[in-house]
């Protein structure tokens, strides 16, 4: 075969080692000891701590599962905090839910209206901000199932690693609903419980969208989100760890903030595209070059890495099949199977996250979810790679506005649902 | 101010000591970490300059004594396994075969100097090959497989280190883990077996690396993924660690911690699977997993390993080969195998030496089964052995009866000093053999006769212990049609079993004017008559030592 084909092979092929490898090693990271393993864990609970928190609750569209939100909110175990419900001057039904739920607990909830046209949550979240008297402040989304002792343990998390931001954990529960969930649930069970801990200890965090608590004169200083962006809650993350601040990632499974995986394959593909065309444009503007050199490459890497995962997902099956097909030396064949190898290895470390997730959160897998587990491993690259290349097309043709996800409560246990 | 101002001096201002600080203290320039105090020098391990270092330095301040100990050990260990490790055993043809398929990777990128017939994975004698190409030079071995000898050394030491390290992993005290060592280096058939360039001294030493893994003190993840990787490794040297793979996974199992224990178990068992399956995968893309017409295959490597092989009968049919093989270890050293038989069952019953023992007890058991029993088989089970046998007086050492807390060290000693001296005289006697007898003299002198009175353009039969020298040295070698590399030195085997050579000599025995006979060329004349009707066309022309290992070069009559 020709040399410059085939030096084109080599590097794709370190390309796509490189990537699936460090995505095995990150995603393991809170697994590296068991000594590491108890460092992921929120700080041992006990201790008085009086920080008082304003949190917000952008929400729109969200009247069948707005209400009960906010009244678990309102019942969370802590002496000072608020709640700010963020509603759209256009959406009626919402704000009557929540003008309904603020007069059921006046004390603690007030509702905001967002005026901005076009809507979208950084300008909802922005809209609050001037509000906000608490010395912290958290986001909650709409659906969001909140554990009743999370705000004293986020404020002991402050107080016990002087952070300015403490990122708890956020976790889909429904692995059962569609094929593609209980890869989407173990997808935030890796991210939250093993790979943020990696990027807190590197200094280079991309926030997660909600159970994000971020000291108050920061974020004021800092001037709040990012009206633009469609992935605010990595931006904020970029910008001010670019500026020096400190993250702390904590998790406990029973503390974790409970979501569902959207309701249809579209929609996934939908909200990861937005996802990705907001790390393009966090990526273009460019805080993250402030960092120093090797967290400078990690954020780069990490804001690209679902274009890289994509392509990767998509030129592996080619590049192995035009292998095979021009029957190259097999030393060569051998060797382009490497990246397949590691990602077969990650497969196997798929199947015992399921199980890990499963006993964490008391549920019992079966042999169905094993198999929707691993079969899905090629349709789920596919519609990741869509996703990645629809919002590349809507980034270069500038289309910027929000697509937001509906939210049908299918995390909710049967009783809170009904 | 702008806002990046504003949150960079909210950042400074309330910056927490150590929280987040920037990386480790700063080297100190110029400036030796040593200093003196009194008469004494200290060396200041934080003060070296670099992170690594100063890591290296803690962990070496930590282990001082271990690694004072094991340097004496390995030193030793080294001084008996080196000292005449190219005259003792004598060369025999496997050895021979596994320098020469080294030879033919790096002359000729081929797995083997015939046509490779999956009769064992490759990946052992890469690593041999991998060695010639570093001792190309600079290495002054008296031949072939005295070079390759010394990789094995290097084996040698590298695994005395790791038995020390898993029977230190595993609890033993230091003097126990000495003795483990002491045993794994010192045993006669130990001495006689290691020095041998065989795949199972590769396997072996990758099975130990495993062990050693497996058993990390801090349960580190990576650990486990690296342990099944050398697992992988091992079964890729010699498929028959396959038998100690099950006890490296129960140690995995043993040693992991609950909170982590699923992602350990999930890498190692992943990279082992997919690492192992490669060598299937190689098959399939030379189109030769499966038996077919005129081809070599996977398939039938396994099924001649696994089914067609003759049996060598049961060791319990004292006629047997298998208790010949068997009475062949017995007659070198019959202690440390008896010690550790006796030693095993209570081994298994201890929970810290369970694995290991678990490893010599499978091995234990698939040597009662009849069926087919090579020499090499004792390699498995000298570590395990070894590390039974040490893990046994750890116990009794540690044993402390309430009224009589002495009894244990009491009979530890006994038994030590009883041991000491029943199998002291016997074994210095055997490894002084080893280390100034050599037994591969006739072999050497017929190789160095063929060197100086063989025509180079003469054909010669030969087993594979001269092969290769006789191609370095004087014959040289080009590819053939069909896959093999001289057509004047040929392997006696392939005459009447590669069809490419059978095709390049219609004639058979008859193309042939010499055929080099040697003990191992005469044991197995039977199963290839193009040989012996060689040996029975040919008058001696020179022959090299005594008896049974008597070599003779014979001169073929048409």
Same mark, same amino acid.
């Given at each position: ?182 890869? +989407? ?90 996802? +990705? ?142 | ?44 391990? &934080? ?71 999956? /009769? ?57 883990? %000495? ?20 795949? /199972? ?26 342990? %099944? ?27 992991? &911690? ?135 007086? &750890? ?111 219609? %004639? ?51």
């Amino acid at each position: 075969m020709h040399v410059a084909l085939l030096t084109a092979y080599a590097v794709v092929t370190l390309l796509f080692l490189a990537v699936a490898s460090t995505t095995l090693v990150w995603m393991l990271h809170a697994w590296q000891t068991p000594d590491a393993f108890e460092e992921t864990r929120f700080p041992a609970g006990g201790m008085a701590s009086g920080r008082s928190f304003s949190l917000i609750v952008p929400a729109r569209h969200e009247e069948a599962v707005l209400g009960a939100t906010l009244d678990r909110l309102a019942a969370l175990r802590h002496d000072r905090f608020e709640v700010l419900a963020v509603v759209g001057h256009d959406d009626p039904g919402t704000a009557e839910v929540a003008r309904a739920a603020a007069e059921r607990h006046p004390e603690r909830v007030r509702v905001l209206v967002d005026a901005n046209w076009p809507k979208n949550k950084p300008k909802a979240l922005n809209t609050a901000l001037p509000e906000c008297r608490g010395d912290v402040v958290g986001v909650f989304d709409a659906e969001d199932q909140v554990h009743p002792d999370l705000l004293g343990r986020v404020s002991e998390a402050f107080d016990a690693t002087g952070a300015h931001i403490v990122q708890g954990a956020v976790q889909l529960m429904n692995y059962r609903d569609r094929w593609y969930s209980v890869r +989407n649930c173990l997808e935030y069970f890796f991210w939250f419980r093993s790979r943020l801990h990696f990027h807190a200890g590197r200094h280079f965090v991309p926030l997660g969208g909600n159970t994000v608590f971020i000291s108050a004169p920061l974020l004021h200083a800092a001037g709040g989100w990012d009206p633009e962006c469609l992935a605010e809650d990595c931006e904020l993350g970029a910008r001010l760890t670019g500026m020096g601040a400190r993250v702390a990632v904590a998790y406990d499974p029973e503390l974790a903030t409970r979501e569902e995986t959207p309701a249809s394959l579209s929609e996934l593909a939908r909200q990861r595209s937005r996802w +990705n065309q907001g790390f393009l444009q966090v990526l273009r503007k460019g805080d993250w070059r402030r960092l120093p050199r090797r967290e400078r490459a990690l954020a780069w890497f990490t804001l690209s890495q679902p274009f890289l995962q994509a392509f990767t997902g998509l030129v592996m099956p080619l590049s192995i099949g035009s292998i095979l097909f021009l029957r190259a030396p097999v030393g060569l064949a051998l060797i382009s199977f490497a990246p397949l190898l590691i990602t077969l290895t990650m497969l196997g470390v798929e199947v015992a996250g399921l199980r890990e997730f499963c006993r964490l959160y008391g549920r019992r897998p079966r042999l169905l979810d094993y198999a929707r587990l691993v079969i899905g491993t090629f349709p789920y690259q596919l519609m990741l790679a869509y996703a990645a290349i629809r919002a590349a097309w809507r980034h270069v043709r500038g289309r910027r506005e929000w697509e937001k996800t509906a939210h049908v409560g299918a995390h909710l246990e049967p009783q809170e649902a009904t | 101010m702008s806002p990046e101002a504003a949150v960079t001096r909210l950042v400074r201002d309330d910056r927490l000591e150590g929280v987040g600080a920037a990386g480790p203290t700063p080297p100190i320039p110029g400036l030796v970490p040593v200093r003196r105090r009194g008469r004494r020098l200290i060396v200041d391990l &934080d003060r070296l300059p670099y992170a690594s270092l100063r890591r290296a330095g803690w962990w070496a301040a930590a282990h001082w004594q271990s690694l004072a100990l094991l340097t004496v050990l390995l030193v030793g260990a080294g001084f008996v396994h080196g000292t005449g490790m190219f005259g003792w055993p004598a060369r025999f043809d496997d050895e021979g075969t596994y320098v020469s398929q080294a030879w033919a990777l790096e002359h000729y990128g081929a797995l083997s100097h015939y046509t490779y017939w999956y /009769d064992h994975p490759p990946l052992g004698w890469m690593f041999i090959a991998l060695w010639r190409e570093l001792s190309t030079g600079w290495d002054d071995a008296p031949n072939a497989v005295a070079n390759g000898r010394e990789l094995f050394l290097g084996i040698q030491l590298v695994s005395c280190a790791l038995v020390y390290a898993i029977a230190r992993r595993i609890g033993l005290a230091r003097i126990a883990a %000495g003795g483990a060592v002491a045993l794994f280096a010192l045993c006669p058939l130990a001495v006689e077996y290691h020095r041998m360039v065989t795949l /199972d001294n590769i396997a072996m030493m990758w099975v130990l690396a495993a062990f050693a893994l497996v058993l990390t003190p801090r349960r580190r993840l990576w650990a486990f993924a690296a342990a %099944g990787v050398c697992c992988a490794v091992a079964v890729l040297c010699k498929e028959y660690a396959l038998l100690i793979v099950p006890p490296v996974a129960y140690a995995a199992w043993q040693n992991s &911690d609950r909170r982590t224990r699923s992602f350990c178990v999930a890498l190692f068992g992943s990279l082992f699977v997919l690492l192992g399956s490669m060598y299937l995968l190689f098959a399939v893309l030379k189109g030769e997993l499966l038996a077919g017409g005129g081809h070599v295959s996977l398939e039938d490597g396994i099924r001649f390993q696994l089914l067609e092989r003759a049996s060598s009968g049961s060791i319990f049919d004292p006629r047997s080969l298998s208790r010949q093989t068997l009475n062949g270890w017995l007659d070198v050293d019959r202690l440390l195998l008896g010690a550790a038989v006796v030693a095993t069952l209570p081994a298994l019953i201890v929970r810290r030496t369970r694995a290991v023992a678990l490893a010599l007890a499978i091995q234990l058991a698939m040597l009662m089964r009849p069926g087919y029993l090579p020499a090499l088989y004792v390699t498995g089970l000298l570590p395990f052995a070894a590390l039974v046998v040490a893990g046994a007086g &750890d116990a009794v050492w540690r044993w402390r009866p309430s009224r009589v807390a002495v009894l244990g060290p009491a009979v530890a000693i006994a038994l030590t000093v009883t041991a000491g001296a029943v199998a002291g005289p016997p074994w210095v006697a055997a490894d002084r053999q080893r280390m100034t007898v050599d037994a591969d003299a006739p072999m050497s002198q017929a190789q160095q006769w063929v060197l100086s009175h063989v025509d180079r353009r003469s054909h010669v039969l030969t087993d594979n212990n001269i092969w290769l020298d006789l191609i370095e040295r004087k014959f040289g070698s080009s590819r053939q049609a069909g896959g093999f590399y001289s057509d004047r030195v040929v392997w006696y085997w392939k005459l009447d079993l590669d069809p490419a050579v059978k095709r390049r000599f219609p %004639g058979g025995w008859r193309d042939f004017d010499y055929v080099v006979s040697s003990e191992y060329v005469r044991a197995t004349v039977a199963l290839v008559p193009q040989t012996g009707e060689a040996l029975r066309h040919s008058r001696i022309v020179a022959r090299f030592g005594q008896g049974p290992h008597r070599v003779e070069i014979r001169r073929i009559v048409r």
